[in-house]
């Protein structure tokens, strides 16, 4: 049985870093893309990273390139996300996702497996 657990979050304040990790159980990490959503209080769930399985090739949403690093370590099974010079506006419930190759791999349909989120919470 797959499992993807999400831990890293919290309060912090503007500007400051938090670390997020996705350690998955039931299946091997190496083999998959994963990536990283989120999902603000009443808005839709949104890819802001992703980290493909081939070539560890990344993505990143416009809002958080420069400031966010998607990484792996096969040896652990474990996702990370890198979090730096956070702003309010990434408040939000944070996802890591296996993604399924369903279809694009910015919605959120083509990922199959999903943690159950961490919150993060960026005070002004």
């Known amino acids: 049985q797959v499992h993807l657990v999400e831990s890293g979050g919290g309060l912090v304040q503007a500007g400051g870093s938090l670390r997020l990790s996705c350690a998955a159980s039931?299946?091997?990490?190496?083999?998959?893309?994963v990536g990283w959503f989120r999902q603000a209080p009443g808005k839709g769930r949104d890819l802001v990273a992703r980290?493909?399985?081939?070539?560890?090739?990344?993505y990143y949403t416009d809002s958080v390139k420069g400031r966010f690093t998607i990484s792996r370590d096969n040896a652990k099974n474990t996702v990370y996300l890198q979090m730096n010079s956070l702003k309010p506006e990434d408040t939000a419930v944070y996802y890591c996702?296996?993604?399924?190759?369903?279809?694009?791999?910015?919605?959120?349909?083509?990922?199959?497996?999903w943690g159950q989120g961490t919150q993060v919470t960026v005070s002004s």
């Open positions: 996702a296996r993604d399924g190759a369903r279809a694009t791999y910015l919605s959120p349909i083509n990922y199959d497996y």
């Open positions: 039931g299946l091997t990490f190496s083999n998959y893309s």
């Open positions: 980290i493909s399985w081939t070539n560890s090739a990344t």
